[in-house]
């Protein structure tokens, strides 16, 4: 009985909170309604305009005054924000609040490692954790709005923006982007704490010809739908993400900003996407420069009729659209639909209930749960790549150390790309955090011997060498400076810049054990610089609190748990590399002849006939999903419940993981399915779930996944998402490459 009565009241709750929301809806579409229908057409279409506001000037007072802009970008002191919106609310006609935007990428004051960083921890809920931090300190300065995550498949390490990104593949980029967006927003939009966030760039953008910024993208239908579309569907569908921005890229001729097909067709048709769709900065105007529109009036129109409802900066809306409809070339219902979309979301984050930010509660930026969130991210984001001979952790018989490198202290770097608000100030860099860590007890000998990546003055290579000759140890602290990465940051070489392959060929001349800690906004083909490193831990660029982050690592008060997000290549000419790639004719067998085993005046031949490089050999420096720990993890015994299995079902699979070595550890288990043949080529094997498993020394643990099989569906001949029927393999391992495998069938 008291069960039933649970149950009821349960259903009743369910019940409620469904019809209440319908209620909700139907009211804010109902205000829609009567706003609509009191505005004139100048106004919804300044609704439209997004204007930037670094520096207001009385240009931008009187537009807000004339009711001809709706969001503002890039300005961010509350007081400002207050006065702006007073203008809006109380001295425009229409009085509909302003929604202020701002990229708040890792963070807005408390700064988390890169987005490919945290995709590195293989934990979606420290990422969420991070992203409600962020989206704390945001609001808390009156902006509502930010744009990220940024959800581009990025498999080009050239490519800058790799940075902000979640690494190669869309299953971790789905899971770390919807952890992202329910962070940002929440529970609730309305929630003075939330932020709208915008997935972005729709779409494509990170698959740029050669990895060179605003480039082209070639991707066809299924590739698009396979590959880049879903972890977008899934942030829209099973996270509610707010808002999508259009890419810059012309994908296969056709600039997403004037997509029907992507605006229209799918984001509203199929995926039901009732959130707002915003443009790039002047990704509209430069349509013209695409050779696409023949003017910003044109631009304008192609536009607004793909399906785009607000414009950053370029202002062809608002310059052209009164026009455009005069004429008849848009029509006046293409403009209220946009409008509707923008007036919900302003109503669903509450802007008009509080138009204004209180400025005299006590900020949390920076507050010790942040740092703290802050650090805990880092240390998990951390790839250990080398560790010859168990030389980290640290042991505890060292009494000198040597620091050198140029990102040994250098609190403005290790924030990484596109860091608007965070202050090199409150940084805690690795020099400030060894002397905290060690205090009296170990002797910190501090030489930089480059003061910046690129530096390439050897002068001071003689001091590092002698503290280097003294110590027990080296840690150099070496990569790229956050400016290096980032948006119009693309490099044709990803070796090491300046003379910081030098400055670690010569610590290792010493004979002194060299640790090697790598800051860098993407992967770098560091090959030869591995190979001389006795221990080399990739911190990417690690946030505000990197610094205390890497102590407690290499010291072992934690250990890493990294896995890489994106393959590293040996060279960059391997590019691209990534493992999930579709299955191809002529596969290496690896062991054909290499460049140096064709003998001179070799008769005209095929060699091995397979797929590879003669130079650079099979494989990349290390594979997708690689990271090692201070112990080792053996997997064994996988067992399918079931190995016959319909579309509808669930696979049920074992594998049991044992901790065999001597220190605890945290194992990312990962789970690949490769579908042997399909009505298209299938891709050789796709990471379909994870999970991070704790284990102390000798320990083991029987690990369970239950994966609906619906998830092994591909684009089909016809271009229908379709389980073929057909055998499947299934891999559990530590890394995209190594695995155990067992087979089913799908009937
Ligand atoms: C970037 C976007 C960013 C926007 C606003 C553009 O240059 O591509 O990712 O959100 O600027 O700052």
């Known amino acids: 009985m008291k069960r039933i009565g649970l149950k009821n009241m349960g259903i ?7 019809y209440g929301s319908l209620y909700a809806q139907h009211d804010i579409e109902t205000r829609i309604d009567k706003l609509l229908s009191e505005m004139s057409l100048r106004q919804k279409i300044g609704q439209m305009n997004q204007l930037n506001a670094c520096k207001p000037d009385e240009k931008l007072y009187q537009q807000i005054r004339n009711g001809e802009v709706g969001s503002i970008l890039n300005a961010e002191d509350p007081v400002l924000l207050n006065e702006l919106q007073k203008i809006a609310v109380e001295e425009s006609a229409a009085g509909i609040p302003l929604l202020f935007a701002r990229d708040v990428i890792h963070g807005f004051k408390t700064i988390f490692p890169i987005p490919l960083g945290q995709a590195a921890s293989f934990n979606p809920g420290l990422v969420e954790e991070g992203a409600r931090i962020a989206a704390i300190e945001t609001a808390e300065n009156g902006i509502r709005w930010t744009f990220a ?5 990025s498999r080009d390490p050239r490519w800058g923006r790799i940075a902000e990104s979640f690494g190669e593949d869309t299953y971790l980029t789905e899971v770390m982007g919807i952890a992202m967006v329910k962070g940002l927003q929440g529970n609730d939009l309305s929630d003075p704490s939330s932020v709208a966030a915008c997935a972005k760039h729709f779409i494509g953008y990170g698959a740029v010809e050669g990895g060179r910024d605003y480039n082209v ?10 590959v880049y579309l879903p972890p977008f569907e899934k ?3 099973e996270a509610g993400c707010a808002t999508v921005m259009t890419s810059f890229n012309a994908n296969d001729g056709i600039p997403p900003s004037a997509s029907k097909f992507l605006l229209t067709d799918i984001l509203r048709e199929e995926w039901g996407f009732d959130g707002v769709v915003v443009s790039d900065w002047a990704s509209v105007s430069m349509m013209v420069q695409h050779g696409f529109c023949e003017n910003k009036k044109d631009a304008a129109q192609k536009a607004v009729n793909a399906g785009l409802d607000m414009e950053m900066v370029s202002e062809c809306y608002i310059n052209h659209m009164e026009q455009l409809i005069a004429e008849g070339k848009v029509k006046e219902e293409t403009i209220d639909r946009a409008v509707r979309n923008i007036l919900r979301l302003k109503m669903r984050l509450g802007l008009f209930e509080q138009p204004y930010t209180p400025l005299d509660k006590k900020k949390k930026a920076y507050s010790e749960s942040h740092l703290q969130a802050a650090k805990k991210v880092a240390e998990e984001s951390f790839v250990l790549l080398k560790n010859q001979d168990d030389l980290l952790p640290l042991g505890k018989n060292i009494k000198k150390i040597a620091v050198i490198g140029p990102l040994a202290d250098a609190p403005h770097d290790q924030l990484g790309t596109w860091v608007f608000d965070g202050e090199k100030e409150m940084t805690r860099t690795p020099l400030c955090a060894l002397k905290e860590h060690y205090g009296n007890q170990v002797d910190i000998i501090y030489e930089a011997g480059l003061s910046f990546s690129r530096d390439t003055d050897t002068g001071n290579f003689s001091k590092a060498v002698k503290a280097a000759k003294e110590a027990d140890v080296t840690l150099l602290f070496i990569g790229e400076e956050s400016i290096l990465s980032g948006e119009a940051h693309s490099l044709a070489s990803l070796n090491l810049v300046g003379a910081q392959s030098e400055l670690l060929e010569k610590l290792t001349e010493t004979g002194t054990p060299l640790v090697t800690i790598l800051m860098a906004g993407r992967p770098l083909t560091i090959e030869k610089e591995i190979n001389l490193s006795h221990a080399v831990l990739y911190a990417w660029h690690p946030g505000t609190m990197g610094g205390p982050a890497i102590v407690d690592v290499l010291s072992g008060n934690s250990f890493p748990q990294g896995k890489l997000p994106v393959t590293f290549p040996r060279v960059t000419g391997q590019i691209p590399i990534y493992y999930n790639h579709e299955k191809i004719g002529r596969p290496a067998k690896k062991t054909e002849m290499l460049l140096n085993d064709i003998p001179p005046e070799a008769k005209q031949s095929s060699l091995g006939n397979t797929s590879y490089y003669l130079d650079a050999g099979f494989d990349p420096l290390y594979p997708f999903g690689y990271g090692l720990s201070y112990t080792t993890f053996e997997y064994s015994n996988l067992k399918i419940t079931r190995n ?12 049991t993981l044992k901790n065999t070595g001597k220190r605890e550890g945290c194992e990312t288990v990962q789970l690949y399915i ?9 891709v050789v094997k796709q990471l379909k779930a994870f999970r991070k498993v704790w284990l102390n020394p000798g320990e083991s643990r029987q690990v369970t996944f239950e994966i609906p099989v619906r998830d092994f569906g591909l684009w089909d001949i016809n271009m229908q998402y379709t389980v073929e029927p057909g055998a499947f393999e299934v891999m559990i391992g530590g890394n995209s490459q190594q695995g155990e495998t067992a087979r089913f069938n799908v009937n």
Do not use: F, H
């Not at 009743?12 to 469904?18: D, E, S, T, V, Y």
């Not at 016959?644 to 594998?655: A, Q, R």
């Open 235 to 237: 942030a829209l569908k």
């Open 149 to 153: 995550p940024m959800m581009d498949i």
């Open 12 to 18: 009743g709750l369910i019940m409620w909170l469904i």
């Open 674 to 682: 490769s579908d042997l043949y399909a009505s298209v080529s299938p």
């Open 217 to 226: 993208s070639y991707i066809p239908e299924r590739q698009l739908r396979s």
């Open 644 to 655: 016959k299995l319909s579309p509808s079902d669930t696979l049920e699979v074992n594998i």
